[in-house]
């Protein structure tokens, strides 16, 4: 089974609107993180956001929140106020394990277009 | 120079060839990675170094080498290559306890084996 499952190949967004690119996750773990990057063309893999596990509160970083379903094991970017430049492909991912033998686990990624 | 840097940017090579990628990180992290992403495949994982230790090595062939000389720089010698080896290669560092162990990534170098 798939431990990161990104099932929006492709999006679309207007510029200044807000878009959410889906995200769920399998671990039998109680400890984990959870972490989306943006990769543009050029293809460095820019950290966005982290989530932990036991967190509370859903992780904001400026324009971008983590809207984070522990029991539904979904951990959904949303984007706000879409910009040209954050057309890109975006990876969510998951580190589960004993700290010291973590696994950081990718999905397939889902690339976001944003209309002018 | 900040965050995490890869030399070469591209590179192609003959399947005869040695050649070696070189990653610096500036962060003062204590684990480096090297993963692969090839076209429509999720990454990689191919080696991992904690405390200039390999910890991982994901069944990775032979003809990839890594080397950790101290916790800022990561190689990974190839040679012998093939052309299924072609794919963009991606370095990271992390620290232990910091923001759940974030992964920090180069830019990548992007291999060509012809």
């Known amino acids: 089974a798939q431990k990161i499952t990104q099932t929006q190949p492709g999006m679309f967004v207007q510029e200044k609107e807000a878009v959410t690119l889906d995200c769920t996750y399998d671990?039998?773990?109680?400890?984990?993180?959870l972490f989306w990057y943006k990769q543009p063309s050029s293809g460095e893999m820019i950290f966005l956001i982290y989530?932990?596990?036991?967190?509370?509160q859903n992780a904001t970083e400026g324009r971008y929140s983590l809207n984070f379903q522990k029991a539904r094991k979904s951990a959904n970017l949303v984007i706000s106020a879409s910009q040209l430049g954050d057309s890109a492909m975006y990876f969510c991912?998951?580190?589960?394990?004993?700290?010291?033998?973590?696994?950081?686990?990718f999905g397939t990624g889902t690339r976001l277009k944003v209309l002018a | 120079e900040t965050g995490v840097t890869q030399t070469p940017r591209h590179l192609v090579m003959g399947m005869t060839n040695k050649k070696s990628l070189k990653c610096e990180q500036h962060l003062g992290h204590n684990a480096m990675y090297w993963y692969k992403q090839s076209a429509k495949k999720p990454l990689e994982l191919m080696f991992v170094y904690s405390l200039e230790e390999r910890v991982e090595n994901n069944s990775v062939p032979s003809r990839f080498s890594p080397e950790c000389p101290n916790s800022s720089h990561l190689f990974l010698h190839l040679h012998t290559l093939q052309p299924e080896d072609s794919a963009l290669y991606l370095c990271?560092?992390?620290?232990?306890?910091?923001?759940?162990?974030?992964?920090?990534f180069g830019p990548g170098t992007r291999l060509t084996v012809l």
């Open positions: 989530q932990g596990s036991y967190d509370e």
């Open positions: 990271a560092s992390s620290q232990d306890g910091t923001r759940g162990d974030t992964q920090y």
């Open positions: 671990t039998s773990d109680q400890s984990y993180g």
């Open positions: 991912a998951m580190r589960e394990g004993p700290s010291g033998t973590y696994k950081y686990i």
